[in-house]
């Protein structure tokens, strides 16, 4: 029998599990799980930073549903109505240009973000790295500080790390699980869903996207934590192509800090024949992504700054200049510039043209926003009767109009035919819609006979608000008979 050894290449990240011997068929893997990453916590200006954001970003999204507006939830995407609930504002579902506008803000904030300062948003307010930071916070909290917990894994089950494993876990999944019913709670009324869970009556869809998000989070916060960032997120696979030579970025100073090692606090840097790093691996420990910012700019660096708050503190200790590691340009660090003329090249053609189109966009989007209709009207054909002629041989023509009134109080509407010479509303005519409601109303049109030739004309309902300012145009077509 021809026995085969199946060849692996040494590729970095490649180690083959099991072992292949010459003239033995031999089962390998390319596979290779990573190392769990333990991170160390750190405190400095950037950690605050990012805590602010965990804060700010949660105090709104955990709270905003509980916000009341008039009667009804501040915030809410009813899908079962198709009305969005923004404050002061109701949106239908014809209002979905506001939808695109505020995915194109948002697209273009990450650019004009990327351009200046790299992946900002996923060092301080993505909600992986948010969530990892409160179940990082929790796990330091239940089961000790980095070196604690490598200790612990490493040792045989016990009681006690059953205990301190089981409550960490209870806590994630408590976080978790209100994360997911809080996510529901911007689609269905919170108040009412947090009832019928009390009362085991939710319905079986809620139950479902409760759990999935919770779960989602759970798993993404509690185990998966960088993989996500690495080789799942799509943001971090182009985001490279936004950067430049002036964009700012964290960095290792290899010019000031090589050759790095160990030394005592009481040696004058000048007499030794070393860089300002003394080799200590703060900077690889508090890494979330587990990278070594010492080996240049790497594609899983998140730009969180961790590094540059603990190289910071060891430079502090040291009695040496902060900033080994710091948020720099490439040509600022080749070419070794100022701080203020480093940010004065941050602030380049392409950078100011991103944030033109959105001020633009913004602008665009809050002018649209004010001056928009306060109600909507969707006009369609009555399929059973084209055209018809009715009494005295005037011709008729049968159409149903919706009218949805976007205010939060009732209000009255009169509507109008017009775009054709003798065109009348031969049916109600004012028609009263509740606040935010929506209204189906036949409508009959007539015209009469000869004053337009066989075939389709183009008409217009003209809708007035009576008791508030508001003035819609909708098109049709008017049917006259052979
Ligand atoms: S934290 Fe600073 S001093 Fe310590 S190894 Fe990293 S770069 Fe060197
Ligand atoms: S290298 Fe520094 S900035 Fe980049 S992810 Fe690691 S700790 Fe954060």
Redesign the pocket.
């Known amino acids: 029998m021809t026995r085969k050894v199946i060849p692996i290449l040494p590729q970095e990240g490649y180690i083959p599990i099991g072992q292949a011997f010459e003239g033995d068929e031999a089962l390998l893997s390319l596979y290779a799980s990573d190392k769990k990453i333990y991170p160390r916590s750190v405190s400095g200006l950037f950690a605050r930073w990012r805590w602010g954001m965990v804060f700010l970003t949660q105090l709104v999204f955990y709270g905003m549903p509980w916000l009341e507006w008039g009667q009804r939830q501040a915030v809410l995407f009813d899908l079962g109505t198709r009305r969005f609930y923004i404050f002061g504002l109701v949106l239908y579902p014809q209002d979905f240009i506001y939808l695109a506008g505020i995915l194109v803000i948002s697209a273009l904030s990450l650019f004009l973000f990327t351009a200046v300062a790299g992946r900002l948003w996923c ?1 301080y307010a993505c909600p992986q790295t948010v969530y990892t930071e409160i179940f990082l916070w929790i796990e330091k909290k239940v089961e000790g500080e980095r070196s604690a917990r490598m200790r612990r894994d490493a040792q045989p089950m016990s009681a006690n790390k059953v205990l301190r494993k089981s409550t960490k876990h209870l806590l994630w999944l408590a976080v978790a699980l209100w994360t997911g019913f809080t996510f529901v709670g911007y689609f269905t009324p919170i108040q009412e869903l947090g009832g019928e869970f009390l009362q085991m009556s939710v319905n079986s869809w809620e139950v479902f996207w409760t759990f999935f998000y919770g779960f989602a989070t759970y798993g993404n916060a509690g185990f998966m934590r960088e993989q996500i960032c690495k080789h799942m997120c799509p943001y971090a696979q182009f985001q490279s192509v936004m950067f430049d030579n002036d964009t700012l970025i ?1 960095t290792y100073d290899k010019e000031r800090g090589e050759p790095r090692g160990n030394r005592s606090r009481k040696d004058e840097l000048s007499t030794l024949s070393l860089g300002a790093c003394v080799d200590c691996t703060l ?1 690889v420990q ?4 587990g ?1 070594d ?1 010492r080996n240049g700019l790497q594609h899983d ?7 540059v708050d603990v190289c910071d503190t060891v430079m502090d200790k040291m009695g040496y200049e902060r900033g080994l590691i710091r948020y720099t340009t490439e040509n600022a660090m080749s070419q070794h510039w100022s701080q203020a003329k480093t940010l004065r090249h941050v602030l380049r053609p392409r950078v100011l043209i991103y944030a033109a189109v959105l001020g633009t966009m913004v602008l665009a989007m809050v002018v649209s926003l004010s001056l928009r209709t306060p109600f909507k009207v969707d006009v369609v054909r009555d399929r059973g009767v084209m055209t018809r002629i009715v009494a005295g041989g005037t011709i008729e023509n049968v159409y149903r109009l919706q009218v949805m009134n976007a205010t939060e109080s009732t209000h009255r509407y009169k509507i109008t035919a017009t775009g054709l010479p003798g065109l009348v509303l031969s049916s109600e005519n004012v028609v009263t819609v509740e606040a935010t409601e929506a209204r189906w109303l036949p409508v009959r049109v007539q015209l009469p006979f000869d004053a337009a030739t066989p075939g389709s004309h183009v008409m217009q309902f003209e809708i007035d608000a009576l008791d508030s300012p508001g003035h819609l145009i909708e098109k049709s077509v008017f049917l006259v008979p052979r």
């Open positions: 060092g964290v900077c508090v890494c979330p992504t990278i910012i660096c998140i730009g969180c700054g961790a590094c």
